[in-house]
Each structure stands twice: as structure tokens, then as C-alpha cells.
């Protein structure tokens, strides 16, 4: 192979890279699906992904390079995903050069959000209000997810950078603790626990942690092991703000109202849940096109993972969901033609155990160091069975390819 082709390819499969790492995908895809482009075109690679830098070595039996790419961690973006997608498929067929491949990566790379501050506000109104009902409780605790819902999509909107974006969950996690204790104060009947875990659930690192916990299991150790501390400090500056926010509302006295909620009946679970579902479309940044597919697969997730609990008991139920979500996926995948992860995703977003760890910390705040060990315990069973159900999904069904 000539040197001038050999670099072409390399740069190519180096941008690639980067641009897999800048859509959130874990180190076991990036790895496995760089592996795979350099097996299309020709070259033998090694690549070790890690929440900031990709090393990689390339070789075609001549030439041998070594890349180290500093990278940035960031969310899930399921748009960006699909698109680079595209762009690998059309440079292996030869429908693009390379460089005309590097160029699209970077114009993808650059791209900003496709939803704008008004459907982030609609994003937490229905999260909050979806993740209400699922909780359980009255008219009264809805209507009050909804306002402080609605302000925490408020707060994020204008969130800040430097010092103070580091310290961001912890300041929404005092406004919302403080409005909740506030409106409790006034209304005595609210579930405060409820209403706080769902206005901040969008906040709660589930993915982020059930996705350190897949890293280490395919002995990505070290990408998965800083992933999951990142997530415990998320959770540990949410519970540390809702102590704080706690504590000032105690210094607020006024008197209360003698307003009496009925409880929110099964059945609006029904109603909520699509709505539920089709925001993980703003919170995975998908493209208009998958819209149905993604709404889809948060349904069928979380039907799944019901149906298996009500049989099987919560652990091997989330067993079943991630098992069902993870063949479901893979066939997707194979249909559409696109990457599993557009409903691999969105399919386990409702069942991650992110509410349970901020419940473990708040127990350990409280000096329940019982509890709290308990409830961790519980949040990594449930995060492992979630992960080992995806695994064993993708053995039931083959994918179509690592990515």
C-alpha cells in the first residue's frame, strides 16, 4: 500500500473515532467498530478508548503509526450517531474519498442542537410529569413536578460555563429541594421525596452509570471504572443539594392550606408513558425520522421490564427488559439499516437505576448507613441485570455490526 494511501486511511479511521467519542458511544463500540473500519479497509488496528483520548496503532505489514486523539466526554447524541453512520458506509463503498469522508465528520462534529430552548422546556415539563405518575401519587404532587419541573428546564437553558457549570447539578438540586419544601410548607399533603426525585430525574446519571457498568463488564476497566466514579459525584452533588436546599427551607415559616389531592388513578400511566417516551427524542438529540422509533422503544422497555417484574421479581424483570430491548434493537438495526443504539438507547433510558442511587445517598446523608448500603447494593444488581439482559439480547439476535 503506498504511504500517501496509508495516511488517507488513518486519518480517516482517526476522525471516525472522534466522532463515535463526541456522540457518547461506550469504549467497547468505539473500540470494536474503529476495529471494523480498519478491517474494511486493509489495516490491522489496536485502539484503547478512554473518557478523554483514543490511542490507536495502525499497520498494513509496512507502514506502522501510533495516534493519541484528546478527546471531550459529552452525552448521547443519537442525530450525530446516525449520520456518521452514514458517512462510514458511504466511504467503505467508495461513494466518497476519504477526504470528502473527514470533511462530512467534521461538518456533523460542528452541528448544533436540532431543538431549541422551547422544547427543552417541554422536555422537563413531560419528564416530570411522565416520571409523576410512574412514581405514584396525587394530584398535588403532579401539579407540583410540573413547577418545578419547569423551572429546572428554566435553570438549564441559561446554564452557565466555567466554575459554576461544574457546580450545576448541585444548584439545581438546592432550588428544587428548597421550591419543593417551600410548596410542602404550604400544602402540607405533598410527597416531597417523589416530587424532587421527578423534577431532578433528568439530572440522575442512570445511563451514565449502567453504561460504566457495561464498560467494565467487557473488561473496558479503566473507561468504565472513571465513568462510574463521574456518575457517583453527579449523584453525590444532587443529594448534597437537595440536603442544602432542605436546610434553608427550614428557616421559612408561614401558615399552611387545607387542600386535600386525590391520588392519580393506574390508568393515566397509559396516557403519560408515550409522552414519557417520545422525550428521550430531545434528550438523545435524534433526528425527526426516528422520532416513532425512538418513542417505540422507550415503550416497549419499559412494558417489558413491567411484565418481567411481575413475574420474575424487579432483578431478573430488569433481566427480561434489557434481554427484549437488546434483540429488539439488533433487529432494528438489521431492518433500517441504521445504528442499534437509536433504540438500544432510548429502550433502556426508563429503566436505568438512577432514581435508586440518589435514594442510596439520601439514606447515607440521613446517617442510615443501612439503608443507604442496601440501596446501593440494589442499584448495582439492577444496573448489572439491566446490562447482562442487553448482552445476552445480542446473543439471541447477532448484531449487525459493533456499532
Request: proline residues 4%; charged residues 15%.
Amino acid at each position: 500500500m503506498e504511504k500517501k494511501e496509508f495516511q488517507r486511511k488513518v486519518k480517516f479511521i482517526l476522525r471516525f473515532g472522534r466522532a463515535l467519542h463526541a456522540v457518547g458511544s461506550p469504549a467497547h463500540t468505539i473500540e470494536g467498530t474503529m476495529q471494523d473500519m480498519a478491517q474494511l479497509l486493509g489495516l490491522r488496528g489496536s485502539f484503547i478508548s478512554q473518557p478523554t483520548a483514543i490511542l490507536s496503532s495502525f499497520s498494513d505489514g509496512e507502514e506502522e503509526v501510533t495516534r493519541i486523539e484528546r478527546v471531550e466526554p459529552v452525552g448521547v447524541n443519537l442525530g450525530k450517531l446516525s449520520k456518521v453512520d452514514t458517512v462510514a458506509k458511504e466511504v467503505i463503498q467508495n461513494q466518497i474519498t476519504y477526504e470528502e469522508g473527514y470533511a462530512r465528520l467534521d461538518e456533523i462534529w460542528s452541528m448544533k442542537d436540532p431543538y431549541g430552548k422551547r422544547w427543552h422546556l417541554i422536555y422537563f415539563l413531560f419528564s416530570a410529569a411522565g416520571f409523576m405518575v410512574l412514581f405514584g401519587g396525587t394530584w398535588g404532587d403532579f401539579i407540583a413536578s410540573i413547577t418545578v419541573g419547569v423551572l429546572m428546564g428554566a435553570m438549564s437553558i441559561m446554564r452557565p460555563i466555567g466554575l459554576v457549570a461544574q457546580l450545576f447539578d448541585a444548584i439545581v438540586a438546592v432550588v428544587a429541594s428548597l421550591v419543593t419544601y417551600l410548596l410542602a410548607k404550604l400544602i402540607p399533603g405533598l410527597n416531597i421525596g417523589v416530587i424532587i426525585l421527578s423534577s431532578l430525574i433528568i439530572f440522575m446519571p442512570g445511563l451514565f452509570i449502567t453504561i460504566a457498568i457495561a464498560e467494565i463488564a467487557t473488561q473496558n476497566l479503566v473507561s468504565g471504572t472513571a465513568r462510574l466514579v463521574g456518575g457517583v459525584m453527579i449523584l453525590l452533588k444532587l443529594t448534597f443539594g437537595v440536603f442544602i436546599g432542605s436546610k434553608i427551607a427550614s428557616w421559612f415559616h408561614y401558615p399552611s392550606l387545607d387542600i386535600h389531592f386525590a391520588v392519580i388513578p393506574w390508568w393515566i400511566t397509559f396516557v403519560t408513558l408515550p409522552l414519557t417516551a417520545a422525550m428521550a427524542n430531545v434528550n438523545f438529540k435524534t433526528n425527526r425520522d426516528d422520532w416513532k422509533w425512538v418513542t417505540i422503544a422507550g415503550i416497549f422497555g419499559f412494558l417489558c421490564s413491567k411484565l418481567g417484574a411481575k413475574y420474575l421479581g424487579p432483578e431478573l424483570g430488569m433481566f427480561f427488559g434489557g434481554a427484549c430491548v437488546g434483540a429488539m434493537s439488533n433487529i432494528f438495526a438489521r431492518l433500517k439499516n441504521k445504528p442499534s443504539a437509536i433504540f438500544q438507547w432510548p429502550g433502556i433510558i426508563l429503566l436505568v437505576p438512577g432514581s435508586v442511587g440518589y435514594r442510596s445517598l439520601s439514606f447515607l446523608f440521613e446517617r442510615d448507613v443501612l439503608g443507604g448500603l442496601e440501596t446501593a447494593f440494589t442499584m448495582i444488581t439492577l444496573a448489572l441485570a439491566l446490562v447482562v439482559g442487553v448482552f445476552f439480547g445480542n446473543i439471541l439476535i447477532k448484531p449487525r455490526r459493533s456499532m
